[in-house]
């Protein structure tokens, strides 16, 4: 097996592909803010005006100036007159002055003279025109004020954020209806080997159908990039060589999943050579599964090959694709893994040196029965389970998940059609413990 | 305050909503298996055939009988007949009889009368027509039986399973090229407010931009649903029950931020009383926050009414709105919660009997400077602290993540824009102490 007389690990094979990758220079489009959602911001935002732009109340009550209510209390009331009322969505007119006081909402806008609210339960009317003030409050108390939320000039969002229901909304506070994002980068995909044929057909016998070019392209389209299929093509150098010629000449990046032989997998290597600079920079990685990865670069784009097998090429392409899309849309690599502690069923063993990703199952031991959830089964609308985790997951500082790996040989896609995450193993481990807390990432 | 004499828990609010919702029957619609990422399978899909549908080896080497190789070693080999090549994408027309055998390439159909497979390291050719095999092999060894992925009528998935990359590649390998899901459930949005205008317009003094329609639109699409936003009305008991109305009477579900002040939360109860039965089931969550959420049913859709404030109405939107729409698309409301574990940075206090919500900021502390990294700043390639996060925290069983609170006014959409996820303190807890290890879920 000469090929793969040098395997790197996972991370080092990853960071030799980054350093051979031009920084990358997301191409922008400017979109509406309100179909933005999951879309990448492509340029620092900074704010071009103070929020709020005035200063709004936080409660309902009356505004005052604060000195005026200095001592007061329930036994010794401070009293103000009872100039008026703010109007909502409008500047007031009245200006409180000393020993003054006027009606105010949540939310509207701060009389000129006034520097505070009192709450409405702090207040009494005893005659028409006169407030009794039964507490103090202190110079800008219930007060939001002008830029209190975000200053003018302030960075709201670098670029490379990705945009969630607060950035919408956020956006939408400071008048940005339309938002400059990074355009989805074009990732092409290529399957090959001669036993691979179109899902909708029905496999002869030795046949079987395609399911890379499926779990790859839905998985560039989940991260953020779109997805071109270029089919399945022949186990041959000359198909292999053209058909990754032409997914570079459109696409940002290439993958292909390589025929599940050795001699597919060389083709790929040398086609990949063969098609720009510097060609091949990785050719086998030691983890598993995943050990047949190549990455490579070919004038400026990524080119990944990864294993034939559908479980090798999925976990793989979370392990390589998913940071490479994220860079191409100007994320940083590095960004948070979703996860769910919970505790091991049963010992793992692993290779020390390799790395190992493993398919959980999460499973919610020993729900506590609800008095109104007896007997409505699995769909039942009521939460217990996930209460009592939460509950008991903060008060006992773990999780309360099982996670129970599902073993199976790496062809096998309903392992992962099973899996709730994956779980790592690091290479320096050889092995994780049953009943050890693990961090399944979730796939 | 007599609307808050009775503060409900959040989940015991939820609870209450729920039992009077009737069973969800989502609609459905078939869609193409290649775009239904993100989608909710609305039908239990069994399999059609079982996969793989011939046994099939999982290596290059050698179809034996296994009887043929037991005993065999380096110093003893057995020497069996070579008798053809079994072709990739067929059935092989050679059948392996005793003492004989066929090359074969992984994935490959085995031939008749094989049952197992030498792998080729484990083999050597001394003559053209023979082959002295190395290692014994027991039966079924390098092979995939018929059905060993999934079984003939196995569930595959069960109706209410989100579709990802794997259930894309499953279903496609069975052949199920199109899928029938649930159809995305219409959530109408309605925000009140004097004092909101649109958000493409320039706010005169006293005026605010919209931010709850659009935040809770982005939110409910995000979770599934497709969001219709009936606009900002006037917090008139008229307009918000006309609103609420012409929202019924077409959305699945209707979500109205109320007006900030208290009289403008009494009209929304008030209108929802009158447009179904049996109306408000809950006025006040005991929670921070949200206080002022009100829960409504009319005529089996919920009518759910937000606090006005940006943080409060998406904070609950997270809390009551996300379940519901999971429970609209035929979902489990108690899902996994894509969270990450983290250490408190300070102290918080919080109320007993209270469950509080806190917008949490993440940090990945003291990363380890990478030789290659000196210098590229924030858009570094080179994912080095979170490398170094996910390998202590496997070895070491804690996230290396801190948790670093945003206190800040609920009126304050900037703290949540600046927030990773949300921390959740159970009511039964006064606090939470710096150093504690806490679950911090992503929003």
Redesign the interface.
């Known amino acids: 097996?000469p090929e793969f007389l040098t395997l790197l690990p996972p991370?080092e094979s990853l960071?030799k592909l980054?350093?051979n990758?031009p920084e990358p220079q997301p191409a922008t489009e400017t979109i509406h803010?309100?179909s933005a959602?999951?879309r990448v911001i492509a340029t620092d935002l900074l704010a071009p005006h103070p929020?709020?732009?005035?200063p709004?109340s936080?409660v309902?009550g009356y505004a005052v100036k604060a000195a005026d209510t200095y001592g007061a209390s329930d036994s010794l009331p401070a009293y103000l007159k009872l100039i008026g009322e703010c109007?909502?969505?409008?500047?007031?007119t009245l200006e409180v002055n000393a020993a003054e006081t006027a009606i105010i909402?949540?939310?509207?806008?701060l009389p000129k003279g006034a520097d505070a609210v009192v709450m409405?339960?702090y207040t009494q009317q005893t005659v028409e025109d006169e407030m009794e003030i039964l507490r103090a409050v202190a110079d800008g108390e219930n007060v939001?004020r002008i830029g209190?939320?975000?200053a003018e000039g302030d960075l709201?969002?670098?670029k490379?954020s990705a945009i969630?229901?607060?950035?919408?909304?956020?956006l939408?506070?400071?008048?940005?209806?339309m938002v400059e994002v990074a355009k989805r980068p074009i990732v092409g995909i290529i399957s090959s080997?001669?036993?691979?044929?179109h899902?909708?057909g029905?496999?002869?016998?030795?046949?079987?159908?395609?399911?890379?070019s499926?779990?790859?392209?839905?998985?560039v389209?989940?991260t953020g990039a779109e997805a071109i299929r270029y089919g399945v093509i022949a186990?041959e150098m000359d198909s292999i060589q053209a058909a990754i010629g032409r997914a570079l000449a459109r696409c940002d990046m290439v993958l292909i999943t390589a025929?599940?032989?050795?001699s597919s997998r060389d083709m790929t290597a040398a086609a990949i050579d063969s098609l720009g600079e510097p060609g091949v920079l990785v050719h086998g990685v030691n983890t598993r599964p995943g050990k047949p990865t190549i990455l490579g670069v070919c004038d400026g784009k990524a080119v990944i090959g990864l294993p034939?097998n559908?479980v090798s090429a999925?976990v793989n392409?979370y392990v390589f694709v998913v940071?490479l899309v994220r860079?191409l849309l100007?994320q940083?690599?590095?960004?948070?893994?979703?996860?769910?502690?919970a505790k091991l069923t049963v010992n793992i063993p692993s290779q020390a040196g390799r790395e190992d990703w493993i398919p959980i199952r999460?499973i919610?031991p020993s729900p506590i029965p609800f008095p109104?959830e007896r007997g409505r089964g699995?769909?039942?609308?009521?939460?217990?389970?996930?209460?009592d985790r939460?509950?008991r997951?903060?008060?006992q500082?773990e999780?309360l998940?099982l996670a129970e790996p599902i073993f199976g040989?790496s062809?096998?896609?309903?392992t992962?059609?099973g899996?709730?995450g994956l779980l790592?193993?690091?290479p320096?481990?050889t092995g994780?413990s049953a009943g050890?807390?693990?961090?399944v990432i979730?796939?």
């Open positions: 097996m991370q960071d980054l350093r990758l803010t309100v959602t999951g929020l709020p732009e005035f709004r936080t309902d109007p909502m969505g409008k500047a007031p909402h949540t939310g509207g806008m409405l339960e939001i209190e939320d975000v709201i969002k670098p490379g969630r229901p607060a950035e919408v909304g956020g939408m506070s400071l008048g940005f209806t080997g001669d036993e691979v044929v899902p909708s029905t496999p002869k016998p030795g046949q079987v159908r395609d399911i890379n499926y779990t790859l392209s839905s998985l389209e989940k186990d025929g599940s032989s050795a034939g559908p999925l392409g940071p860079r100007g940083s690599v590095a960004m948070v893994q979703p996860s769910v502690r999460l919610a109104d699995a769909m039942s609308p009521l939460p217990s389970w996930e209460r939460l509950e997951s903060e008060s500082g999780g998940y040989k062809n096998l896609i309903f992962m059609v899996a709730d790592k193993i690091a320096d481990a994780l050890e807390m693990v961090e979730l796939i």
